[in-house]
């Protein structure tokens, strides 16, 4: 039933396209075939992963139209603020992976507080203010190219993989990271690091020696692990990595044993949304066991709320690891990440790092 909605939303979807921008629009008509009302949704997430959310949140609400916008982190945090700062509608649902940015929207007045049943048990970190809530629960690996390590198992802990950047064969030119001045979560990646690590930046000074390549995007570092031509990636989103393994026999993954970093994609409701009752209601199903079960086991994003992670790999995660888990809170700490002073001088310490200074 679930595939043959979701066949049934890929032929009524209406892609609108405006040359020169990244934003694409998706029109998800009403499945009642009237539509009551339309829901405008701003999110990162690419209309392909998100149609099996849209057709379950349609399916509870048959008169509801869905206008999705797939936009750039940024570009959501712009169009909000300068909408409303135009006293214009905006968005009526936002759903984005760039954390600080999202929570940047809630601290300067642009969100409205939510509740809903669903939040009652929600964990303290992955809420601010019934406002901003963490809604997926992704963790930051080590992948691996499994022909590279047929001796010996890969590293496990940093510690590990400082030894065998230093003492490991045919080594050079075959790690990979992000680029974190391109790479939003590499950045972020980085400066948890910087406050859980002590030592990281012999980890980063070894990876300089090493060669190490510097990409944009999970994708870059996936595919030449895949196919042999980078041995390891380096603090690798797991919800990609993980779906990238399924499909690609040769790549496996590491949750790291020392600690391991979690992020999370953030829903809200703008406070210019044009029908916020509505915006409420798509972030109440996005909450709910529905969901969370479609984030888990459709969008294999792992879910935050703990009845569906009973079920999937958030619970595995936090049953083997347990305080090793290191959430990113969704808290005004976040807001540190976008003073342009200290990115500056991380970026400059990363490079400079990477050139054995």
């Known amino acids: 039933m679930i595939v043959l909605c979701r066949i049934l939303s890929l032929a009524l979807v209406t892609a609108l396209w405006a040359p020169g921008a990244r934003a694409e629009m998706f029109l998800f008509p009403a499945p009642s075939g009237t539509a009551a009302r ?16 849209i057709v379950g949140f349609q399916a509870q609400n ?52 939510v509740t809903a049943p669903e939040t009652d048990d929600w964990p303290d970190w992955a809420n601010w203010r019934d406002t901003a809530y963490a809604m997926t629960f992704e963790p930051a690996v080590f992948v691996y190219h499994k022909p590279s390590f047929r001796d010996a198992p890969p ?25 974190i001045e391109r790479s939003g979560v590499g950045y972020l990646f980085l400066a948890r690091d910087q406050e859980h ?53 040769d790549v496996g993954l590491v949750l790291p044993r020392d600690y391991t970093v979690v992020a999370s994609r953030i829903g809200l409701v703008p406070r210019a949304a044009r029908s916020p009752d509505l915006g409420a209601k798509m972030l109440g199903f996005f909450l709910s066991r529905a969901g969370q079960t479609i984030l888990a086991e459709e969008l294999r ?21 347990g305080g090793q888990l290191r959430p990113v809170p969704v808290s005004p700490g976040l807001l540190v990440y976008l003073d342009q002073a200290k990115r500056a001088r991380l970026i400059a310490r990363w490079n400079s790092a990477l050139a054995g200074d």
């Open 38 to 53: 339309e829901i405008l949704v701003y999110s990162s997430l690419d209309e392909r992963l998100a149609i099996p959310l």
């Open 62 to 113: 048959p008169d509801i139209a869905v206008r999705y916008e797939d936009i750039l982190t940024g570009e959501i945090h712009a169009r909000i603020t300068a909408e409303t700062d135009a006293g214009q509608p905006t968005a009526d649902f936002a759903f984005s992976s760039a954390m600080d940015l999202q929570v940047k929207l809630v601290n300067d007045g642009y969100a409205v507080p």
């Open 155 to 179: 590293p496990a802990t940093r510690a590990e993989f400082l030894d065998w950047m230093r003492t490991g064969t045919d080594v050079q030119g075959r790690i990979g990271t992000y680029d």
């Open 197 to 249: 690590f002590p030592d990281i930046w012999s980890v980063v000074r070894a990876m300089g020696a090493a060669g190490v390549q510097q990409f944009p995007t999970s994708q870059d570092i996936l595919e030449r692990v895949s196919d042999g031509r980078l041995a390891m990636g380096y603090n690798i989103l797991g919800s990609y990595a993980a779906d990238w393994a399924r499909e690609h026999p």
């Open 301 to 321: 994003l792992p879910a935050v709320s703990l009845e569906v992670a009973d079920r999937n790999s958030a619970r595995a995660m936090q049953d083997t690891l």
